[in-house]
């Protein structure tokens, strides 16, 4: 993302923080804080060095609290969605490696994350559809048959891993729901309140929280389309997103919102987070594409991430949509 340039915000210049401008033109506001970035520190964000800081002894504990989560019963494994060529990326490497903005700008967000309140959780269906409600998490579970798919993910920044999600498909929700012939997009937004979603430097500018997301309604109906709420035979830990969360493995790993508390049907393209702070580098559709570089890095290759303790990577040919294409080309022909 923009940010991971970012040093930690306590290196940025006192300049740069308190310019008024910059609490105004979010664009460069953006700008600012990358220019500020470029230093031993922000490369290393970007994977300019083998292995990145990986928790500490003292921490590990707290890591492996934060994922000790209870199981999913009797999920059935969805036989399409077994096999990606890549092992399964170990469940702490994973849960220590997490972007989610609103709990800061660094990789190690997955101590603040636990934070997330995720008690009596609803998700607000809304706008142009037939059956506008709430759902409690429970509902979502017991109306959707829970499935694992084992996926592979592609962060627009470089990096990968693959997956193993429990949920259900986005299109059983738009057959509960019944989006009516107007609704041509999907906006999804994430948890956020001020007082708990503290991530530092995200309260200087006015950026434009909640974290939303969007697809249009083909793109939700698609069969690879997926809402997560657990990983590794478990419940979703906070830093992956809890308790929902979206999956689209053939985009960028910025597409998938975390937290989602609304879903809202729309007949127009809605705002999102990340291209309303900078559209040229994070357009609406951003499927993977290794022919496409991201206008400050090429996303020929990706920095697969699979095993620990240590964070190590292998570097692997990004492929078309991710590897998905026989999925999801057609929707973009
Ligand atoms: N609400 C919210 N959702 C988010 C993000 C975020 O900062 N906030 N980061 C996105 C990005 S850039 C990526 S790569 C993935 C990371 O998911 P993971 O931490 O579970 O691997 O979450 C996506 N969803
Ligand atoms: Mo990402």
Known sequence: MVLIRTPEIWNIPD??????????????????IIGAGIGASAMSLV?????????????????????????????????AFQKTGRPITEAKVAG???????????????????????KNWQVEISGLVKNPRKYSIDELKTEFPLEERIYRFRCVEAWSMVLPWIGFPMKKLLAAVEPTSKAKFVSFSS???????????????????????????E??????????????GRDLPKQHGAPLRMVVPWKYG????????????????????WNTLD?????????????????????????????GPGLSWEIKETLP?????????????
């Open 15 to 32: 300049s740069a923080v308190t310019a008024e401008k910059l609490y105004w033109n979010r664009r460069q506001f953006i700008k600012t």
């Open 47 to 79: 994977g300019c060095q083998n292995k990145p800081q990986s928790a500490q002894p003292g921490e590990l504990t707290a890591l492996e609290k934060s994922l000790d989560l209870p199981e999913i019963e009797s999920v059935a494994k969805n036989p």
């Open 96 to 118: 220590q490696y997490n972007n989610f903005y609103e709990f800061g700008a660094n990789k190690r967000i997955w101590l603040d994350a636990q934070n997330l309140p995720t």
């Open 191 to 217: 948890f956020y309140d001020p007082e708990i979603t503290v991530g530092p430097a995200f309260h200087l500018g006015s950026l434009p929280w909640p974290y939303t997301e969007g697809l249009r309604i």
């Open 219 to 232: 793109e939700m109906a698609n069969d690879l389309a997926f809402f997560a709420v657990g990983l590794y």
């Open 254 to 273: 910025f597409k998938g919102a975390k937290s989602v508390v609304k879903i809202e049907f729309l007949d127009k393209q809605p705002a999102t987070y």
């Open 279 to 307: 559209s040229r580098e994070y357009p609406f559709e951003s499927n993977v594409n290794p022919s496409k570089p991201h206008p400050r890095w090429s996303q020929a290759t990706e920095r697969f991430i699979s095993t």
């Open 321 to 333: 949509y991710n590897g998905y294409g026989d999925y999801v080309a057609k929707l973009y022909s």
